[in-house]
Every structure is written in C-alpha cells, then in structure tokens.
C-alpha cells in the first residue's frame, strides 16, 4: 500500500547478508593476493603500505602482513635517508660555492652559519623523516587494538615500532598502558608491553610496584598484577647473592598475600603468588648418594638433578689414578636421569683391597666432586647426603618458623570456610606440610588429597599422581634416616643384580 516502507521477507534478508558476506570475503582475498605478489615482487612501496593498513584494521592478528608491513617500513626508511643525503649533499655543494665569493665575512657571520649548518645535517633532517614515517603506525596499532585489545600482532608491532624511534616518548606509553588497564585491568598483553616502556621512561620499579598495589587491591583476582610483582620487587629487595627477595620484604609479602587469601579464598592467584614468595632454590649440582658395590664391580651415583651424558660429564679416580670407565643413565633409552651407573674392572676394584674413590660430574658451569673410602674386606660402601628443606624452598623461606607460620594460618584459613571454597588452601597446606616433614605428616597429607579429590574430582588422576609421588618420597625419606644403603638404592628405583 502507499505510504508504508516496503519490508524484504526473511528469505530476502538472509540473501542480503549472504551477499554482502561473499563480497566481503572476495575483497579479502584479493587484498591478500595483492599483498603477498607485492612482497614476491620485493614492490615494497606506499602502495603496499596502504594497502596492508586496509587488511589490518579488519584483521589484527594476520602476523605475516605485520611482517611484510615492518619489512616495507624498513626499506621505505632507508630510501628516504639516502633521498635526504642525496639533497643535503647537493645543497652543502652550492653553498660551498657560494661561500668561496664572501671570504671576507665577519667572525661573529661565520660562526652563526656553522651553527646553523650543524643544526641542519642530514642526519637531523633524516632523524625526523624517520620518526614521521613511524608515527602513523602508533595510530593504526590503537585501531587495530580497538578492534582486537589482546592481538599478538599489535602489541608487537607497537613494541617493534618505539623500539625504532630516534626520540620516543616513553612516557606517553606508560600513561597508554595505564589507561588500557583501567579498560581491562587484567590484559596480560598491555602488561607485557607495560614493563617494556616502564623500563625506558622515567619511572622506577618502586612506582611499578606501587601500581601492582593499587590494581591488587581493586581485585585480588589480577594475575597479571601479581606477576608484574614477582618480576619487579627482586630488583628492589634482592636477597643474599642477589637471590630471591630480602628476609624483612619476604615476610611483608607474605603478609600481603595473606589478607588476599583470606579476602577471596576461592581465587588462585594470590596463592601462587604464595607459593613464588616460599618458591623453590635452584639448586646446584650435588651428590645425594654414592655406593660402590666390591662383588657387582659397580659404582652407582643419584644426583639432585637429571644429567644427560651428552651435555655432561662424569670420571671417576680410583686411589689417585684417573680410569677409563663406562657410565650410563638408569633410564634405558639413555636420557637424562638422576641415577647414574659406573661399570668397573677387577684392575680399578681389588676383590679385598682397600679404595678410595673421588667420582667428579660437570654439567655447564657446575660441577660436583665427591669421595668415598671402601675399607679392605668390606663388600660395599655408601655415602649420603639426607636433603633439607633449602632444596625445597628458598634458603630464607626454608626456616621452620616461616613454614609453620604460613602453615598454621592455611590451617586456620580451613577452619573458618566451607571445604568446597578449600581448594588452593588444601593443595598449599599439602605442599607445607610435605616440605616440613613427609614421614610425620603423612597422614594429615592423604587427609587432604582426600578432601581436594571430593570437590575438585575433575582433577582427581592430578591429584592420585601427587599422592602417589609424595608417599613415595615419605618412604624414601624414612629410608634415608634409617640408614640402609640397600633400601636407598631400592627407593630410588635402582636394582642392584
């Protein structure tokens, strides 16, 4: 009827769409196919310039047009470098001649045009064609960015492109991050690039730190901002030897992390960040067990790392003398272990004779020697190293009464919420608990995995695997203080026949 917009029935709505689904797909491929012969036709240009910026905005995280794009912005920069040095040197020859007419030019002229002369070099003049011909990708990054926040590809260019800069404003990044994070408190892509900048402007670790703080407490939820904190407070409180945080920071960390735990139990990552503050040593290569065994003719060595022989080393000296020995790894397809097996001759071990034994393994930069004395008739000798708590734990976090204060607030921390909000609380006490003493609390400890399998049973096999290992290690552990070399040996999965 007259006077009423004509309306198109579905089945012509859903033809429109198609339509303009398929023109916008044959767009895109043809601008990828100009993009790619381009590039194949090294026609690094304004064109291929312009023409990428079209395919970006509409897809961000195309990283191969990124690539093609810095490649082009490159050869670009250098053209109009030479163009510039080209014209410069042109203009610097015509004033020569110029100048050779007017020798008799006041001093006070002839040094205001040697400053004038210094301040326009090519170099200046090439400066500032290179930062122009950056800044227009600052805007296309914010545009791809509002399009996708999180796109690999954008962020890295935004890095690649400031990295570029003759003189870039660093600050001005900063203030970009800040504003990105107060969109979206929690993208780990802008925090990336937040320690980028804040490394080169003038802001300290302190006012990084500060700001972890302040987006912490706004939600203790932001990992993010936990992680920013655990690489940004070493610096500021290093501990002995430049490891780890200063004892007094430790505990004021902990602190912190604490009163998250207790605000929102049910979140993760002020419990990882716990477990980073209490974070494990890296420790050194060592000896944590060496037998010899008169009759088998073997020599058996259980590091507290894995070695591989083909990136490692291991000799043995037998009363002073150096012997060609054949080692191998307990792991039969020869790959790195912890265990390591010494096949020895009647010429290197006597049937009765008294030995000493000096067995020397090297790894990298470390390197770990140990002796052992096999007294004449004796069938066998043993020397152990029973590990402690520092190799568990940094040396700082490793005394008792840190442990066990953190342990008995997670205990507490237990008593007062529902078990089903217990998750991070019980597998932290486990972790506690085990680092302590596995024998004594071995209980306690299948207690716990008991209750993270009732309300987590997603996870149940995690959690049967880590009881499993963990009850080994108690065993192993209380074989260690009894003292039986044979039971050692069996504890750590080695045979003796």
């Known amino acids: 009827m007259h006077g009423r917009v004509k309306v198109k029935t579905p089945a012509e709505q859903a033809e429109a769409r198609k339509a303009e689904r398929l023109k916008k797909i044959h767009w895109y491929t043809d601008t990828v196919k100009t993009i790619f012969k381009k590039r194949d036709d090294d026609e690094l240009d304004e064109e291929l310039l312009a023409t990428s910026e079209e395919l970006l905005r509409v897809n961000p995280d195309f990283m191969t047009v ?20 080209s014209e410069e040197s042109t203009s610097a020859e015509k004033t020569a001649e110029e100048n050779t007419s007017e020798e008799n030019t006041s001093e006070e002229n002839s040094s205001e045009e040697k400053t004038a002369a210094i301040e326009d070099t090519p170099a200046s003049k090439a400066a500032l064609t290179h930062d122009e011909r950056l800044l227009p990708e600052l805007k296309l990054t914010m545009a ?4 996708n926040p999180k796109s690999y590809g954008a962020w890295h260019h935004r890095t690649w492109v400031m990295d570029q800069f003759h003189e870039p404003n660093w600050n001005r990044e900063v203030e970009l991050c800040t504003h990105a994070l107060s969109k979206d408190s ?30 912490i407490k706004a939600s203790y939820s932001n990992y993010s901002a936990w992680h920013n904190r655990s690489c940004l407070l070493p610096s500021i409180h290093p501990g002995l030897a430049g490891r780890g945080l200063s004892e007094s920071k430790l505990r004021e960390e902990l602190d912190f992390a604490k009163n998250a735990m207790y605000t929102d ?24 067990c060496m037998y010899v065994d008169r009759h088998r003719q073997q020599l058996l060595l259980v590091l507290n790392k894995p070695l591989d022989l083909l990136d490692g080393s291991a000799c043995v000296v037998v009363d002073g003398e150096y012997e060609v ?6 792991d039969p397809r020869g790959l790195a272990s912890t265990v390591l097996i010494c ?18 393994v090297s790894y990298k930069d470390e390197t770990a020697i140990q002796m052992l004395d096999l007294d004449q008739g004796m069938p066998s000798a043993c020397f152990y190293n029973v590990p402690g708590r520092c190799t568990m734990f940094r040396s700082l976090a490793s005394a008792a009464d840190v442990l066990q204060t953190e342990l008995d607030s997670l205990l507490e921390l237990l008593e007062i919420n529902d078990e089903a909000d217990s998750k991070w609380a019980l597998l932290t006490a486990v972790l506690l608990l085990q680092a302590l003493d596995p024998v004594s609390h071995q209980k306690q400890v299948q207690e716990f995995f008991g209750s993270l399998r009732r309300i987590d049973p997603m996870r149940q096999g995690y959690y049967d695997d880590l009881c499993s290992r963990y009850a080994i290690q ?3 552990q209380d074989v260690w203080r009894r003292q039986d070399p044979e039971q050692v040996l069996l504890s750590v999965g080695v045979g003796l026949s």
């Open 66 to 85: 990124w690539n093609i794009r810095r490649r082009t912005l490159l050869h670009l920069v250098a053209t109009d470098r030479a163009s510039v040095s």
């Open 144 to 147: 791809c960015l509002a399009v």
């Open 186 to 215: 929690r993208n780990f892509h802008c925090w990336d690039y937040r320690r980028f900048v804040a490394k080169r402007s003038t802001r300290s670790d302190a006012d990084e730190v500060a700001f972890t703080s302040d987006k």
């Open 265 to 288: 139990p049910v979140d993760q990552s002020a419990f990882f960040y716990h477990r980073w503050l209490l974070g494990r040593e890296d420790v050194r290569l060592g000896v944590r």
């Open 325 to 330: 020995a054949s080692w191998q790894t307990s």
């Open 343 to 360: 096949q020895l001759t009647d010429d290197q071990l006597s049937p009765s004779g008294a030995h000493n034994l000096t067995v020397q």
């Open 474 to 476: 108690s065993v192993a």
